[in-house]
């Protein structure tokens, strides 16, 4: 049971992990339940699976790529910082964040981004036995809804993980109520209590504390989302943006 609820990141680990997963669907059935989201690279390790279930409102599809690269040149000038680096050819350094991109590194990772999308487009074509046109019209790094999903055979049923989980049950003979442990460890109410008291502000504090908690806790989200930005070629397969179903 693979149990997937990401909205992508890098290429080159989606690919990975979809390498392991078909590695060991050749010894074992490899059944895939979406969460909130499986989407781009979360859709890329999904594809191969012998059977997808999917939520209706699950976030999926999002079959595209983008490159990202940084360039701190104008900030690190604000701070008085200068670099100067040593290279044995033009494309040598072409993956630092210390100056802008030249026009030939930008071809370059544009032919890289083009090509990793064909990739993309051929893997999910030849998983869920669906024409490479039709692949084409529906990705372009188009957001679908599980629903809409199965009607366009990216997934295989609607579901959520009990589902998925009766299904695996059944297709390896273990019977209608296998025996399940979870991980990691559900945490008993105690904890959960615990937990809660810890996260309630003290009345001690001013009330502008509320508001500079929750701007840290934004700044913190993120500096986590950039430092999920590290794929060694700047090439992604995710969602550009956060999405939100009310």
């Known amino acids: 049971m693979l149990r997937v609820n990401s909205p992508g990141g890098s290429a080159a680990a989606s690919e990975e992990i979809q390498?392991?997963?078909?590695?060991?669907?050749?010894?074992?059935?490899?059944?895939?339940?979406?969460?909130?989201?499986?989407?781009s690279g979360g859709y890329w390790i999904s594809a191969y699976g012998e059977r997808i279930f999917a939520e209706p409102t699950t976030i999926t599809g999002s079959i595209g790529v983008f490159g990202i690269f940084f360039d701190v040149e104008k900030?690190?000038?604000n701070l008085g910082l200068t670099f100067d680096s040593v290279k044995t050819g033009k494309m040598a350094d072409a993956l630092t964040i210390t100056r802008p991109k030249t026009d030939q590194e930008l071809a370059v990772m544009q032919r890289m981004?083009?090509?990793?999308?064909?990739?993309f487009?051929?893997?999910?074509?030849?998983?869920?036995?669906?024409?490479r046109a039709k692949v084409e019209e529906i990705a372009q790094g188009r957001v679908w809804s599980g629903k809409s999903a199965l009607d366009l055979g990216l997934v295989d049923e609607l579901g959520g993980l009990d589902a998925a989980l009766r299904h695996a049950a059944d297709r390896v003979g273990l019977g209608s109520k296998p025996r399940l442990e979870e991980f990691p460890r559900?945490?008993?109410?105690?904890?959960?209590?615990?937990?809660?008291?810890?996260?309630?502000?003290?009345?001690?504090l001013p009330v502008r504390?509320?508001?500079?908690?929750?701007?840290?806790?934004?700044?913190?989200?993120?500096?986590?989302?950039?430092e999920s930005l590290n794929d060694p070629r700047g090439v992604y397969a995710r969602l550009p943006l956060g999405l939100t179903v009310e």
């Open 19 to 39: 390498r392991e997963l078909r590695l060991a669907q050749e010894v074992k059935p490899v059944i895939v339940s979406m969460g909130a989201y499986a989407a």
């Open 75 to 77: 900030l690190t000038a």
């Open 113 to 119: 981004v083009d090509w990793t999308y064909a990739q």
């Open 121 to 131: 487009i051929d893997k999910v074509a030849e998983a869920r036995k669906l024409d």
């Open 186 to 204: 559900k945490k008993d109410f105690a904890e959960v209590l615990s937990e809660m008291l810890n996260q309630l502000p003290t009345s001690r």
């Open 209 to 226: 504390h509320g508001l500079a908690s929750r701007l840290s806790d934004r700044v913190a989200q993120e500096l986590k989302t950039v």
